[in-house]
């Protein structure tokens, strides 16, 4: 794993600190090993305190260093690869971890949480979050058990560690003279998605509602109506740069144009259901060219069969 790797190229801090500036390439996953087109993992200074840790084939995280303390948010998929990430901060500063921030309810982005809460930090967690990170937490581990092995990962060694503080809308963290601004603009990938800006680093971190050229998991949203607004509403921000939970760093226009990619793919699956088109012609027939090259169009029969549940009965069986 990653850790291994770090710590051989972490002998002086003032070679670290070059190599973090223009990203250290991390040791790629076995699943990464697998995908010959899956760069390695990477950890990319974005400011002088803000780091994006990006891991193509698994789940991103970032940290904000101050004299204070550090902020993180997301901690991989695992206790293992969380302790690797906590490594790696604190090769950068023995500052203590003061608040940890769960973006979404999905297991590859808490389910690192155990080595954070060992360090004393606060967890936050916006409160729909923190009610789906318990309701469904046997599904988030079943459905991840397979991963784990192919990572030589034991699923026993996950703990459920829930937030320590919640919030509705908004909340605002104030550490080493910076202000962190957590935002929940209602559900879009699904309830509880939280979007973080530092506006000091004109940055935002955004949760699963996106990612660049990807074609999103579908099972969750109440409304991709709501989504592709939430996007929208996203890609008119104020800031120069988009730090997702999953692929690389993107802009605000590759946030509308996965707004775009939404409302033509609900459109169309829409219409065949309108047309009376039943979900198995509907797999075999809308093939949807344009976006074959997108990450993920592997998983778009599973996606047309979410859409349809959603517009059929309104259900998100995922989530009962
Ligand atoms: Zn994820």
Redesign the pocket.
Same mark, same amino acid.
């Given at each position: 794993m990653a850790t291994k790797a770090f710590s051989a190229i972490a002998g002086a801090v003032t070679a670290l600190a070059l190599a973090l500036a223009v990203g250290i390439p991390l040791t790629p996953t076995p699943a990464a090993a697998q995908n010959r087109t899956a760069p390695p993992a990477e950890l990319k200074q974005i400011t002088n305190d803000l780091y994006f840790f990006y891991e193509f084939t698994g789940?991103n995280a970032v940290f904000m260093v101050t004299d204070e303390g550090v902020l993180v948010i997301d901690t991989r998929?695992h206790p293992r690869p969380g302790q690797a990430l906590l490594d790696m901060i604190r090769k950068i500063t023995d500052k203590p971890i003061k608040w940890v921030i769960n973006s @979404?309810f %999905? &297991?590859? @982005?808490h389910f690192g949480n155990a080595p954070f809460k060992a360090t004393g930090a606060t967890f936050v967690a916006q409160a729909e979050t923190a009610r789906l990170m318990q309701h469904v937490q046997a599904k988030e581990m079943a459905r991840r058990i397979d991963g784990f092995k192919n990572q030589g990962l034991d699923p026993n060694e996950v703990k459920l560690v829930l937030p320590d503080v919640t919030f509705d809308t908004n909340m605002t963290i104030k550490l080493g003279g910076r202000e962190v601004r957590l935002m929940y603009f209602g559900p879009g990938q699904q309830a509880g998605d939280t979007f973080i800006a530092f506006p000091h680093a004109r940055a935002l971190f955004t949760p &699963?509602a996106f990612g660049k050229r990807s074609m999103p998991n579908m099972a969750f949203t109440p409304s991709v109506d709501s989504w592709v607004k939430l996007l929208e509403q996203v890609a008119a921000m104020d800031v120069d740069r988009i730090l997702p939970? %999953?692929g690389d760093v993107a802009t605000r226009a590759d946030v509308k144009e996965l707004a775009a990619m939404l409302a033509d793919e609900y459109a169309i699956v829409k219409d065949a259901v309108a047309k009376g088109m039943n979900v198995d012609d509907a797999v075999k027939t809308l093939t949807f060219p344009q976006y074959k090259d997108w990450r993920n169009y592997n998983r778009l029969a599973g996606e047309i069969r979410a859409l349809y549940e959603l517009i059929q009965t309104g259900k998100r069986s995922y989530l009962d």
């Open positions: 789940s998929t @979404h %999905h &297991g590859d @982005h &699963g939970a %999953h």
